[in-house]
T-cell receptor, first 113, second 115 residues
Framework: QKEVEQNSGPLSVPEGAIASLNCTYSDRGSQSFFWYRQYSGKSPELIMSIYSNGDKEDGRFTAQLNKASQYVSLLIRDSQPSDSATYLCAVINSGGSNYKLTFGKGTLLTVNP | EAQVTQNPRYLITVTGKKLTVTCSQNMNHEYMSWYRQDPGLGLRQIYYSMNVEVTDKGDVPEGYKVSRKEKRNFPLILESPSPNQTSLYFC??????????????FGSGTQLSVL
């Protein structure tokens, strides 16, 4: 069973701080990595995708990927109360004829005003 | 408006009564998939489809069926629902499998209760 592990949280940070969310995955053949945000009672929405080692920045969000350590993270700078949500790490392995997408269980982030 | 439409939004049924949850997308996406979301277990993939007439099992396919006869539709069928299938279900689609088109667009979800 391919696994994606996240700290369930809750992770609580003050407004303006950096929130750091972490994810590890078990399948070395994984090729595509995503962070989705899910507000309570809503559908997940994509905030970042990353495919190669290193950092990828988009506004206040930075995704980091380290395939050797099988680790992907999301940093949220200048955290806002509107960032309070569950963050889901997702990993795709598309080896052979398979195309499996596996989500972690999510980390609940609370940003306190 | 580009969207994934799921129906119904809420469904209460009884054990053994066949039901279908519909999913339709208007974005000409090749890839469609179904997930269930349970507290403490996160989102788990039930089935996915790479294109018309091509479907494959996800991590939790037992008790479910799907079909992909048209590109836009991907219904989820529960032939004989049981209480352990009580869950929040999401349909999602993406333009194509493979980067960089893998962004998933989710439907609004279907909250199913099986009594």
């Amino acid at each position: 069973q391919k696994e994606v592990e996240q700290n369930s949280g809750p992770l609580s940070v003050p407004e303006g701080a950096i929130a750091s969310l972490n994810c590890t995955y078990s399948d070395r053949g994984s090729q595509s990595f995503f962070w989705y945000r899910q507000y309570s009672g809503k559908s997940p929405e994509l905030i970042m995708s990353i495919y190669s080692n290193g950092d990828k920045e988009d506004g206040r969000f930075t995704a980091q990927l380290n395939k050797a350590s099988q680790y992907v993270s999301l940093l949220i700078r200048d955290s806002q109360p509107s960032d309070s949500a569950t963050y889901l790490c997702a990993v795709i392995n598309s080896g052979g004829s398979n195309y499996k997408l596996t989500f972690g269980k999510g980390t609940l982030l609370t940003v306190n005003p | 408006e580009a969207q994934v439409t799921q129906n119904p939004r809420y469904l209460i049924t009884v054990t053994g009564k066949k039901l279908t949850v519909t999913c339709s997308q208007n974005m000409n996406h090749e890839y469609m998939s179904w997930y269930r979301q349970d507290p403490g277990l996160g989102l788990r993939q039930i089935y996915y489809s790479m294109n018309v007439e091509v479907t494959d099992k996800g991590d939790v396919p037992e008790g479910y069926k799907v079909s992909r006869k048209e590109k836009r539709n991907f219904p989820l069928i529960l032939e004989s629902p049981s209480p352990n299938q009580t869950s929040l279900y999401f349909c999602a689609s993406s333009l194509a499998p493979g980067p960089p088109n893998e962004k998933l667009f989710f439907g609004s979800g279907t909250q199913l209760s099986v009594l």
